[in-house]
């Protein structure tokens, strides 16, 4: 009859152990703090992006409006703290978090509009959907090691 051979079961009770420490991690709060995490990331990159208005002095009106509008129109606060605030919903296997300005002209500047007198098209400045699409290249890279350095804790690597 032949012989197995020798094993040493130690190193998969060592495995076992890590990954009953990784399960015991709590991996919904892991998703909560990823989705604000990206949520932090979007307004960094559309905050600088969104146009201000250009007045004269004479004026009296004041240009940041639609940019301020992205923090909840809270003065000095930056888009990370505000985006640590923002709700998380999970609906399936799938966390959404909601980035809006709450500015009521934000879509037309956004996508465009019609001239006051009807007869022109402003075209519009696409502030937001072109850092969602920055966001969603550089999303991977931010999940991975955000995943890698749980893994390493789990680990302890």
Not at 1 to 16: F, K, N, P, S, T
Not at 42 to 68: C, H, M
Not at 75 to 91: E, I, N, R
Request: aromatic share 10%; net charge positive; with cysteine.
């Amino acid at each position: 009859m032949a012989r197995w051979g020798r094993c040493d079961y130690q190193q998969l009770q060592r495995l076992r152990e890590k990954m009953a420490k990784l399960q015991s991690m709590d991996l919904e709060k892991f998703c909560y703090d990823a989705s604000r995490e990206l949520a932090a990331r979007l307004l960094a990159l559309v905050i600088p992006r969104t146009p201000v208005g250009d007045y004269p002095k004479s004026s009296g009106k004041k240009g940041g409006t639609l940019r301020r509008g992205w923090t909840g129109k809270q003065s000095g606060s930056s888009g990370t703290a505000y985006a640590q605030g923002l709700p998380v919903y999970k609906q399936g296997t799938n966390y959404h978090i909601e980035v809006i300005n709450p500015v009521y002209y934000a879509s037309y500047v956004e996508f465009g509009h019609r001239t006051p007198g009807g007869k022109g098209w402003v075209p519009g400045q696409y502030f937001l959907t072109l850092s969602e699409q920055d966001l969603e290249k550089i999303a991977p890279g931010v999940l991975e090691k955000k995943l890698e350095r749980l893994l390493r804790e789990a680990f302890n690597v």
